[in-house]
Nanobody, 125 residues
Framework: QVQLVESGGGLVQAGDSLKISCEVS????????MAWFRQAPGKEREFVAV????????YYADDVKGRFTISRDNAKNMVYLQMDSLRPEDTAVYYC??????????????????WGQGTQVTVSS
């Protein structure tokens, strides 16, 4: 049984930093691309960042580039999202996802096979 469990969300102030984590079990972690998506109230789920298992390349949404960093630890089956210079508009439920998308599809939520339950990140102004 595949499980993705996010943790580390919380309430922070604008400009603060926060690191969220996702623990993965039930699959061969190193063979999967791992991504973070987020969904704010009343909005669609959107791509945040991805760490491809092939070539270990990372990609980011334009509005988080330079502020967020995705990383993974294949020995621990963990993926992380370090979020710096947080803004109120970063407030959302953050989800980790596992899949094997081709490069052109890494930003598409529909491609990912497995999802966590989400962790709430709230940034106050």
């Amino acid at each position: 049984q595949v499980q993705l469990v996010e943790s580390g969300g919380g309430l922070v102030q604008a400009g603060d930093s926060l690191k969220i984590s996702c623990e993965v079990s039930g699959l061969t972690f190193r063979d999967y691309t791992m991504a973070w998506f987020r969904q704010a109230p009343g909005k669609e789920r959107e791509f945040v960042a991805v760490f491809r298992h092939m070539g270990a390349r990372t990609y980011y949404a334009d509005d988080v580039k330079g502020r967020f960093t995705i990383s993974r630890d294949n020995a621990k089956n963990m993926v992380y999202l370090q979020m710096d210079s947080l803004r109120p508009e970063d407030t959302a439920v953050y989800y980790c996802a596992a899949g094997r998308p081709i490069l052109s599809a890494v930003r598409l939520s529909s491609i990912y096979n497995y999802w966590g339950q989400g962790t709430q990140v709230t940034v106050s102004s």
